[in-house]
Every structure is written in structure tokens, then in C-alpha cells.
């Protein structure tokens, strides 16, 4: 018992837990191949952007062992019982492979968690599971979308995409929406990858504006819907008490007009 609830602490929102253990498997399939290209240098530039997500990764990671230590019941416990020093070694790009152990644990407190709970969670919670797919979704946008821009324009001499950093940042000013035209594609090919980049920009950032137009404007929820599973007997005893609460006060109007009928009467 006392581990179940030890896990449930560890366990973070659902979304957020899906969010990191979707970057940890792309930063762990980017490890695989950029290890390739180092020693198989065929294509340096996409080597070149891989290293430039993977700093971007990095911070991430570094936030999200901050935010576990700083939350964790017991320091101590978190740090060598629960692999919080794997989280801490997967931080330096050296030691991607630690990165794994964010996977195996995601998958065993969700597994605890029960898959049920989860999609209740997620039905229930469905604008902040939005941003973090989200930035999921840019992250990887911007990655793919860097290298095969670069890989069409390397067919022009003239083109002016021509390294990894060029290429990150023309995709994320699109992306956004921003477009300074300073970094642009030149050939056929890159251009469809830009019309595809712009569609995914405008899709991208109608959902962020979504979620929050709905954090700002939605109606607060109590403190006990928040927190409680909709399973939960807690949960299920704040249900009850509120239908009650309705049950009297509708009991209490009918009396008043029975006593305002009587006093006709």
C-alpha cells in the first residue's frame, strides 16, 4: 500500500508523463542515428541539426529532474531508489542512453496508474494534454522539417539554407508565423517542404491558442475535482455530498412553498 501511494506521488500529470516520454524515445532514436553519422559521416548537416534538438532536449530534461526532486516526498528515495541519478546523467549529451530509464519508469508508474485512469485523465484534462502534444508536435516538426529542407536544398549551389542553424531557424519563424525572409527555400522541393511547414504552423498554433483562450476563460474547477480521479472513492464521496447538498436545497424550496400554500389554504 504504502508503495502505491509512494508511486501515485511520483506519477506527474498524465499528460505531462506522456510529454517526457515521448522525448525521451525521439531523443534516444536521434542517439541511435546520430551515432551513425559520426562514424558513418554521410551527411554531416543532419548530424549538425540532431545535436542542435538534442540541446533543446537537454533543457527540458534538466526541468523535468529539477521539477521531480523538488516535488519528491523523499530527496533521497527519488535520487537512488527511483533511478533520480539516471535522470541526472541523461541530462549530459555524453549520457543519452540513460534516457532509458525515463522510458522504463514513465511506462511502469502509467502501467500502475492503470490505462482506464489515464483516459479518464486525459477525456477530463483534454486542453493541457493539447499543449503538451503540442510542443511535442514542433519539436519534431522542427527537427524533420530542418533536415529534409537542407537535404532539397543542397541541389542549389545558390541557396542561402545551407547550414543546421539556417535551417532551425527558417522552420521556427515559419512555424510561429513570423517569417522575416531573411532564410528561404529556393528549390521545388523545398518550397512544398515550406507550404507543409506553414499548414503545420497555422495547425500548431490554433491549438496553442486554443488551450489558452480555455485556460483563461473556462470556469475554475474546485480544488477536489482537480485532484481526484474520477474513480477514487474520495472522489466519489464529494460527488455524493454535492448531490445532496442539491437534494436539500431543492427539499428546502418545495417546504417553502408548501408552508406559502398551507398559508393560503
Do not use: H
Not at 562514424?39 to 548537416?45: A, E, R, V, W, Y
Not at 530509464?101 to 486542453?127: H, P, S, T
Not at 472513492?233 to 408552508?259: D, F, M, V, Y
Amino acid at each position: 500500500m504504502a508503495s502505491n501511494t509512494a508511486d501515485k506521488k511520483e506519477l506527474k500529470d498524465t499528460g505531462y508523463e506522456i510529454f517526457i516520454l515521448l522525448l525521451s524515445l525521439v531523443s534516444i532514436l536521434n542517439m541511435v542515428v546520430a551515432v551513425d553519422l559520426y562514424f558513418f559521416p554521410t551527411d554531416p548537416l543532419t548530424l549538425d541539426v540532431l545535436v542542435i534538438i538534442d540541446s533543446v532536449l537537454t533543457v527540458f530534461f534538466l526541468f523535468d529532474f529539477t521539477y521531480r526532486i523538488a516535488t519528491a516526498t523523499s530527496k533521497a528515495a527519488y535520487f537512488f531508489k527511483n533511478q533520480g541519478w539516471a535522470d541526472l546523467l541523461a541530462c549530459i549529451p555524453f549520457f543519452r542512453i540513460f534516457r532509458l530509464f525515463r522510458v522504463f519508469r514513465a511506462w511502469r508508474l502509467m502501467k500502475k496508474f492503470g490505462l482506464k485512469n489515464m483516459l479518464n485523465e486525459v477525456i477530463n484534462n483534454r486542453a493541457g494534454i493539447a499543449l503538451y502534444i503540442t510542443m511535442f508536435a514542433l519539436i519534431v516538426l522542427v527537427e524533420f522539417a530542418s533536415i529534409y529542407v537542407l537535404k532539397a536544398e543542397a541541389a542549389n549551389p545558390e541557396a542561402n539554407l545551407t547550414s543546421a542553424g539556417d535551417a532551425v531557424w527558417w522552420v521556427f519563424v515559419t512555424v510561429t508565423t513570423v517569417g522575416y525572409g531573411d532564410r528561404y527555400p529556393t528549390t521545388a522541393y523545398g518550397r512544398i517542404i515550406g507550404v507543409m511547414v506553414m499548414f503545420g504552423g497555422i495547425a500548431l498554433i490554433g491549438v496553442l491558442a486554443s488551450f489558452l483562450s480555455n485556460f483563461f476563460l473556462a470556469p475554475p474547477k474546485k480544488a477536489e475535482e482537480r485532484e481526484l480521479a474520477p474513480q477514487d472513492p474520495k472522489a466519489q464521496i464529494a460527488q455524493l455530498r454535492k448531490l445532496l447538498e442539491e437534494q436539500e436545497k431543492s427539499n428546502a424550496t418545495l417546504r417553502e412553498k408548501l408552508g406559502d400554500l398551507e398559508k393560503v389554504v
